[in-house]
């Protein structure tokens, strides 16, 4: 996993709340890169799991919630890195639609060896989009918080239903519907 995860996890953290909190989770996860991140740095998925676990159990939000919500906060993050990707997309489901055909595709230009979970999409109507999500990480509650954090990017909000079809597939069916 790329450290530009880990880097704007514990930058979340520290804006949410504070330093002293960023410590005590790196201290409880005690990850074996020691909590040293570089954006542009591998480490494995399971520090990352570990830091969230950590965080949970410091301020009793359960592990799902922390990753939907890193999950919109990292969407941000990332689209601010690379307007390019978003660039001539007007619609929130035609951005997710273009997830594996776009922009996987240049993650692994820039990063070969990158592990991404996989997406197939099927175009509902113009308001609803099935995805399919596949990754032997199991971090559907992060792709649910990076999903809400598109619909927001374009101004929209959205219901999503999950079901869990087992062996790291998770089908996601987002609805959109009006900013009240």
Same mark, same amino acid.
């Given at each position: 996993m790329?450290?530009v995860?880990?880097?704007? @996890? =514990?930058e979340? /953290? $520290?804006?949410?709340?504070?330093?002293?909190?960023?410590?005590?989770?790196?201290?409880?996860?005690? !990850?074996?890169?020691?909590?040293?991140?570089?954006?542009?740095?591998?480490?494995d998925h399971?520090?990352?799991?570990?830091?969230?676990v950590?965080?949970?159990?410091?301020?009793?939000?359960?592990?799902?919630?922390?990753l939907?919500a890193?999950?919109?906060?990292l969407?941000?993050?990332?689209?601010n890195a690379?307007?390019?990707f978003?660039?001539g997309?007007e619609?929130?489901?035609? @951005? =997710?639609?273009? /997830? $594996?055909r776009?922009?996987?595709?240049e993650?692994?230009?820039l990063?070969?060896d990158a592990?991404l !979970?996989?997406?197939?999409c099927?175009r509902?109507?113009?308001?609803?989009?099935?995805?399919l999500y596949?990754?032997?990480r199991?971090?559907?509650?992060?792709?649910?918080?990076?999903?809400?954090?598109?619909?927001k990017?374009?101004a929209?909000?959205?219901?999503?239903?999950?079901?869990?079809?087992?062996?790291g597939?998770?089908?996601?069916?987002?609805?959109?519907?009006?900013?009240?």
């Amino acid at each position: 996993m790329k450290g530009v995860i880990f880097t704007t @996890f =514990l930058e979340m /953290v $520290e804006n949410k709340w504070d330093y002293d909190l960023v410590d005590r989770v790196v201290e409880k996860a005690n !990850p074996p890169s020691g909590g040293s991140y570089t954006a542009v740095g591998t480490y494995d998925h399971s520090e990352a799991v570990s830091l969230v676990v950590a965080l949970s159990e410091e301020t009793s939000i359960p592990v799902g919630d922390l990753l939907k919500a890193f999950g919109e906060h990292l969407f941000g993050i990332l689209i601010n890195a690379h307007p390019q990707f978003e660039a001539g997309v007007e619609h929130p489901l035609d @951005f =997710l639609q273009g /997830v $594996e055909r776009y922009i996987h595709v240049e993650v692994r230009k820039l990063y070969p060896d990158a592990e991404l !979970p996989r997406f197939d999409c099927e175009r509902l109507s113009n308001d609803e989009l099935l995805m399919l999500y596949s990754s032997v990480r199991h971090l559907e509650d992060l792709c649910e918080g990076l999903i809400r954090g598109c619909v927001k990017r374009f101004a929209r909000d959205c219901t999503i239903e999950r079901e869990t079809l087992g062996d790291g597939r998770e089908q996601f069916t987002i609805c959109l519907t009006a900013i009240e």
